[in-house]
């Protein structure tokens, strides 16, 4: 089991984002979260518009309509670089419309959580999320680097 470096939430709603931020920090041990307001500074903070990144995260949360940058852009972006394909994803969208949810996954989305969500639903939605990707799954290798 590898331990993992953060997680990255990208979400533009504040109130949203603090009650996403308080579930996470429920999980045991508590993951530590970076937070970003919309899509551009995720990119960033991923390095993949060529600026320089922390260390990669262990998942990315991210709001499907974000200001700047939506949301299944980021994905669409994450999942073709391939230093980054194989980071899991988790979409948070408001659609509960089945071939929209069916184009999340295909565009390369590990889960997906319809909003609005109660907060027992999405403590327990983000505890089973986060008990697997943080704890569980085993991180991809590093790509070779070219």
Request: aromatic share 4%; with cysteine; net charge positive.
């Amino acid at each position: 089991m590898t331990t993992v470096s953060h997680i990255l939430l990208a979400e533009d709603d504040a109130c949203l984002a603090r009650l996403l931020l308080q579930a996470l920090e429920k999980l045991n041990p508590p993951p530590q979260i970076v937070h970003v307001p919309d899509g551009v500074k995720a990119l960033d903070r991923l390095g993949v518009r060529g600026i320089t990144s922390t260390a990669l995260p262990a998942v990315v949360i991210l709001d499907l309509h974000m200001p700047k940058i939506g949301g299944l852009e980021v994905l669409r972006r994450i999942k073709s670089d391939g230093r980054l394909s194989l980071l899991p994803v988790v979409m948070l969208t408001s659609s509960q419309d089945d071939h929209e949810l069916r184009a999340y996954y295909e565009s390369g989305a590990n889960a997906c959580v319809v909003k609005p969500v109660g907060f027992r639903q999405l403590m327990l939605a983000i505890r089973q999320l986060g008990i697997f990707w943080t704890q569980i799954n085993r991180s991809p290798p590093p790509a070779p680097l070219l």
